[in-house]
């Protein structure tokens, strides 16, 4: 007798360790996805951190006295070509909008600037030093 196929034995084997495979596959590829969708992130916002510092190295005049802040919107940096104008969020996949770079000057020396990205213009000041990170 000429045999051709597989029993349902072989079959149920095949399928069993493809099952197997998967569970052990999907979430470690899963990590990883989020993982770069976070680097990514952090990347975005750390250019845009630089695009400020840049327009604010640029435009000296608009410093802030000692102790005292300012903000630009992403907005006004991408008119002015500091920054692209559509730049998208990986974790959410939409637009960053009302996001702003806050120049601080600390005042512990005569130009001691520190830099952050906040989602609202009163920034830093009102929310804290970490907000930068408050935008998903």
């Known amino acids: 007798m000429n045999k ?3 029993t349902l034995v072989e079959l149920m084997a095949v399928i069993s360790i493809l099952v197997i495979l998967s569970l052990i596959i999907v979430p470690v590829v899963d990590k990883h996805i989020k993982k770069s969708k976070e680097d990514m ?3 975005q916002i750390e250019n845009i951190r630089m695009a400020g510092e840049l327009y604010f190295s640029d435009n000296v005049d608009y410093r802030p006295e000692v102790g005292d802040y300012c ?18 969020n ?7 909008s009302n996001l702003y770079v806050q120049i601080k000057n600390t005042g512990v020396n005569t130009n001691n600037y520190v830099y952050y990205v906040c989602p ?6 009102s929310v ?3 907000c930068r990170w408050l935008y998903d």
């Open 90 to 96: 990986p974790k959410t996949g939409s637009n960053f």
């Open 120 to 125: 609202i213009e009163s920034g830093c000041e």
């Open 41 to 43: 992130y952090n990347a």
């Open 71 to 88: 903000s630009i919107s992403l907005s006004s940096l991408a008119e002015q070509n500091y920054v692209a104008e559509n730049i998208i």
């Open 4 to 6: 051709n196929g597989f």
């Open 128 to 130: 804290n030093q970490s």
